[in-house]
């Protein structure tokens, strides 16, 4: 079956960097494209950043656009998420998703990113 597990979320002061990783098994993950979604405490799922099965079209949300980056390897199966300069307004729960037309149909249980000094 279809499985996303994120991994590398935890704490970083303002400014500071993180990597998430994201393991995909039980589909072909280079046919589809991936995207990173997170939820802030007491708020609605916010959309973060996308890109194409073969890595060669990436989309981010102005929020995050010029400090996060994400990127996949599709020989280990696995998403990346690289987060620089963060602000504590990115504190939220990260999930990793199977992005399809009309939504995300498969998430991961999420990793957790807390942004403090």
């Known amino acids: 079956q279809v499985q996303l597990v994120e991994s590398g979320g935890g704490l970083a002061q303002p400014g500071g960097s993180l990597r998430l990783s994201c393991l995909a098994s039980?589909?072909?993950?280079?046919?589809?494209?991936m995207s990173w979604v997170r939820q802030k405490s007491g708020k609605g799922f916010e959309w973060v950043t996308g890109?194409?099965?073969?890595?060669?079209?990436?989309y981010y949300a102005d929020s995050v656009k010029g400090r996060f980056t994400v990127s996949r390897d599709n020989t280990k199966n696995t998403l990346y998420l690289q987060m620089n300069s963060l602000k504590p307004e990115d504190t939220a729960l990260y999930f990793c998703t199977r992005a399809r037309d009309w939504g995300d149909d498969y998430w991961g249980q999420g990793a957790q990113v807390t942004v403090s000094s």
């Open positions: 890109l194409v099965g073969n890595g060669s079209a990436t």
């Open positions: 039980g589909f072909i993950f280079s046919d589809y494209a």
